[in-house]
């Protein structure tokens, strides 16, 4: 399983792709607003810096809703680095877009996927990537991961190849149930890959381990 991490923040993808497990980053326009990159000409600047510090995919966000407008926006991404993924909404004119987009070999990830009848809409326009938001179905007491696995059968049913990005993960048990369903790229917060290290029986291990070490032989 792929590991992205969701964030524009430049300090953060540093520090994930410092583990040596980073695969690509994703952000969208909330998380670019976080980080108070405005103006277009910010915003570009902002997707090259993030392509330098990753070796993997990177998803920019379109913000038109118009074909035209989503077309002449991905194109002008895609041509920044050849890690850009066109980040597209799951809207009507998002999924002509990503039919077009993908006649010309450009990576898309279709994005706001909340159901698997979207998922295979999106598959079948020719998307790289398709984003359920579990964290957010979660919060409506819908089950998220039920929506993953549902995506995972039906594409694993027509060897249908667009990749199943789980987005909107909020928790390290997120990213664990992901892997067990076998969706094959999670993006996270830097939060939760972090807590996945952590286990307080190899820091009382560790500890034993120095401690013993240290009793016979000098610091
Ligand atoms: O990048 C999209 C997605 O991961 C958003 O997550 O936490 O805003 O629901 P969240």
Redesign the pocket.
Known sequence: MKFFI?TANIEEIKEAQSFGVLDGV?T?P??MSRENIKGEKNIIEHYRKICLEVDGDVSAEVISTDLDGIINEGELLSKLDNKIVVKVPMIKNGIKAIKHFSSKNIKTNC?LIFSSGQALIAAKAGATYV?P?I??LDDISIDGLNIISEIRKIYDNYNINTQILA????SPMHIINCAKIGSDVI?SPLTSIVKLFHHPLTDIGLKKFLDDHYSVNKK
């Open positions: 969701d994703t969208n909330s998380l994005t984003s938001f964290g957010r987005a909107s993960i909020r993006t």
